[in-house]
């Protein structure tokens, strides 16, 4: 049997002394650094993809006349730009909502079923409810 570290053996008991304990060997700080840049790579090369979603309207721009959209109908457009599809839903008489029109699971179009009130995407057939996304 092998007795605890203390004074009776050539080990001490306690091997690194409290003044050192909070330094850090090379080794410990190259890991750091190393971690802290990465970490930081990573977050540069995430921020176009969260700038991406964000499209905040700048100007009011017209989709058409209201009476034109019946009910229970819906338009497709898209914007900013050509690349970016969207689709207006009108819920009620005076309700209307926009939504974009890729599925946020595999980014398919998704359609809208005016007798579930759903967007339905076709892809992996997952639904969504028109009233709040």
């Known amino acids: 049997m092998t007795p605890p570290p203390g004074p009776l053996t050539s080990k001490p ?10 330094r850090l060997s090379r080794r410990q700080f190259a890991c750091a650094l190393g971690l802290t840049t990465v970490a930081g790579l990573a ?13 905040p309207v700048k100007e009011p721009f017209a989709l058409g006349k209201t009476h034109d959209l019946p009910v229970g109908g819906h338009k497709l ?35 809208f079923n005016a007798d579930t009130r759903q967007l339905l995407c076709p892809c992996h057939k997952g639904s969504f409810s028109a009233d709040d996304g």
């Open 77 to 111: 457009f898209r914007f900013p730009d050509t690349h970016h599809p969207g689709i207006l839903i009108r819920l009620e008489e005076n309700r209307f909502v926009a939504y974009d029109q890729r599925c946020t699971h595999l980014m398919c179009p998704v359609l």
């Open 43 to 55: 977050v540069s090369k995430l921020q176009p993809w969260s700038a991406a979603f964000a499209h």
């Open 13 to 22: 008991a306690f091997p690194i002394r409290q003044s050192d304990e909070h």
